[in-house]
Structure formats: structure tokens, C-alpha cells
């Protein structure tokens, strides 16, 4: 009797694994059709029913995975977010002296100003931050979770430093980030030059001494 069970849970999970991996990969359709829309056109101008046209099923099928645009557009930003998490924890985690700490910000803060530049996406998606809660939202708790690997850093280079104090810096360092971006993204590139250096020498002076 136990064998007659396992082989129907193995048959049921067999039966589901296909399904699950074509949902996967309809969603992950669905969502570089929306990226490569957003692209060339905006998020302001993307439209459900030109993704299930460029995806190749129907609305009803996409409104399955997503109930409206804003849901895409959130989506998005949660996949850069946790990307951009695991590239920070990896320029962090070893960190252990003042000149690693300020080499490793320094780099950071290059890459996604890069990044902003070169991903059209993230770009749409910070611009459109202040209208959306849940997007601001989801900004803030990433600003919190990057703010405190930042701040594990630089407690392992202030190991005497109060680490409330340290924590509360990262977290507003973190998020002065984002608003800098959002601020160079506004302006001509020779300016946003001059802002994300302002903002580095800024925060660097903050990490050297907090």
C-alpha cells in the first residue's frame, strides 16, 4: 500500500513539475516583452494588451500572472532590487580595513550610476518612484537591507563606533544614493557627473569618520 502511495505522489509531481516550469517561462516572457516595451517607449505608455500580444497569449492568461501594469512594473524593480542586493553583499562581505571600505562604496556607487545609465528599465522605474507607494515602499525596505550590510561594514572598520548611530548613517547614506540618481538622472551629464561625485566625497568623509 505505501509503495501504490509514493507512486501516485511521484506521478502527481511529475504532472505538476512541466506545468510549473511552463509558468515559469511565461512569466519570465512576459516580462522581457514588458522590459523590451518600457525600453523603447516607457512604462507611462505600456500597455497589457500589447505584452499578451508580443508575448503570444492571451489577456486573460496575462492578467493570471499580473492584474494590471503597475504589477509588472514592480516586478521588475523587486528582480534589479535582489540583484542589485547580491551585488553589494558581495563587494561588503569582505571589507575589513577603512581603505577597502572607501574603495568598495566608491565602486558600488559607480556601478549602478552605470547601471541607471545603461538599463533604460530602471531608469522609467525610479523616475516613477514618487507616484507609486508600493514601489517607494519597496525603495525604502531595499535602502534598509543594503544600509545594513553597509553598516556591518563599517562596524567592522569602527568596531568601537555605536552601532545605532552606524546604522541610522548607512541607511540615510543608502538612500541619499537613490535620490542622487534620481536627481543626476534629471540633469545634463556633464552635471550628473558633478552631483554623484558630490554625493561620493560626501558619503566617503561619512564612512571614514562616523
Known amino acids: 500500500m505505501a509503495t501504490t502511495r509514493r507512486t501516485k505522489t511521484d506521478a502527481l509531481a511529475a504532472r505538476r513539475d ?4 511552463r509558468s515559469r517561462e ?18 507611462d505608455q505600456l500597455k497589457m494588451s500589447e505584452v ?3 508575448a503570444g497569449i492571451s489577456i486573460g492568461s496575462l492578467y493570471q500572472y499580473f492584474p494590471d501594469k503597475r504589477a509588472i512594473v514592480r ?17 561588503l562581505v569582505g571589507v575589513r580595513s577603512k ?30 518612484m514618487k507616484a507609486d507607494k508600493e514601489l517607494m515602499a519597496l525603495e525604502l525596505a531595499e535602502s534598509k537591507a543594503c544600509g545594513a550590510l553597509l553598516a556591518a561594514a563599517m562596524q567592522r572598520v569602527h ?11 548607512a541607511f540615510l547614506i543608502w538612500q541619499l544614493g537613490e535620490e542622487t540618481m534620481r536627481l543626476a538622472l ?19 568623509r561619512a564612512l571614514a569618520e562616523p
Not at 522590459?35 to 512604462?43: D, F, P, Y
Not at 524593480?77 to 542586493?85: I, P
Not at 577597502?100 to 530602471?122: G, I, N, R, S, W
Request: proline share 3%.
Open 99 to 128: 581603505a577597502e571600505l572607501l574603495a568598495a562604496f566608491e565602486a558600488l556607487v559607480d556601478q549602478y550610476y552605470e547601471l541607471f545609465l545603461t538599463t533604460p528599465v530602471m531608469r522609467d522605474v525610479s523616475s516613477g
Open 26 to 43: 511565461r512569466m519570465d516572457r512576459i516580462l522581457t516583452v514588458a522590459q523590451q516595451v518600457i525600453e523603447e517607449k516607457g512604462s
Open 159 to 169: 568596531p568601537k563606533a555605536d552601532a545605532k548611530r552606524l546604522g541610522a548613517s
Open 75 to 91: 516586478t521588475l524593480a523587486q528582480q534589479y532590487a535582489v540583484e542589485s542586493r547580491r551585488c553589494i553583499e558581495e563587494a
Open 186 to 204: 534629471a540633469h545634463k551629464r556633464s552635471e550628473a557627473v558633478l552631483l554623484v561625485d558630490a554625493y561620493k566625497r560626501l558619503s566617503l
Open 18 to 21: 512541466p506545468v510549473q516550469q
Open 52 to 54: 499578451a500580444d508580443l
